[in-house]
């Protein structure tokens, strides 16, 4: 079973800053938050991944709160291209990781 | 590097025949990971390998499921007999346990798998 609670979906319309908000209330101390998109018809890619604290990278900000239970993924100015299937998961190394249902994330015009 | 093959990349067969799906990971990845995706059920890991070696094989639906990796570049999944059921989209992925953090995984473009 997937460790995390996500929201199914979430609309957005271009330009504008998404955020995506993932608890795991269960986590370990082990455990990297690490997510993944996922576009129709293709395989997940790796987004972003940090442990604690704030993790910015050219696709996203991930926003780690101090306790780590909850994380929030940050798209800045969406584009329609980012729509897709948005996972978030906790991993450890040596271990696989467990995917859940994602964040259906739809951008329109 | 050409990231990680899948072949085929669809497949249409038929109730009870033997189905096998092949994957090449990237060059000096040392983890290997079998994933299947349905529309009710999501991505399911099916098992994955460590330097060749099976980890864990829980996530195998059954017996007429199998998987093997007879070296570090090449691995299979073999269904026999299939069944329709076992229409899906299967990925394979590869990662790198030396990666800061806990490796990215890298996914094929998959294989589309209908048994009819």
Redesign the interface.
Known sequence: LAKTTQPISMDSYEGQEVNITCSHNNIATND?I?W?QQFP??????II?G?KTKVTNEVASLFIPADRKSSTLSLPRVSLSDTAVY?CLL????????????TTLSVSS | DAG?IQSPRHEVTEMGQEVTLRCKPISGHDYL?W?RQTMMR????LI?F?NNVP??DSGMPEDRFSAKMPNASFSTLKIQPSEPRDSAVY?C?SSF?RTP??????????SRLTVL
């Open positions: 990297y690490t993944y018809s293709q395989g997940p890619r790796f991944q442990y996972y991993n450890q190394a040596g271990t696989a990781l467990i995917f859940g249902k994602g | 990680v990971f994933y999501g991505l399911e890991l994955y460590n980890i864990d990925f992925a346990s953090g806990t490796g990215e995984l890298f996914f094929g473009e998959g």
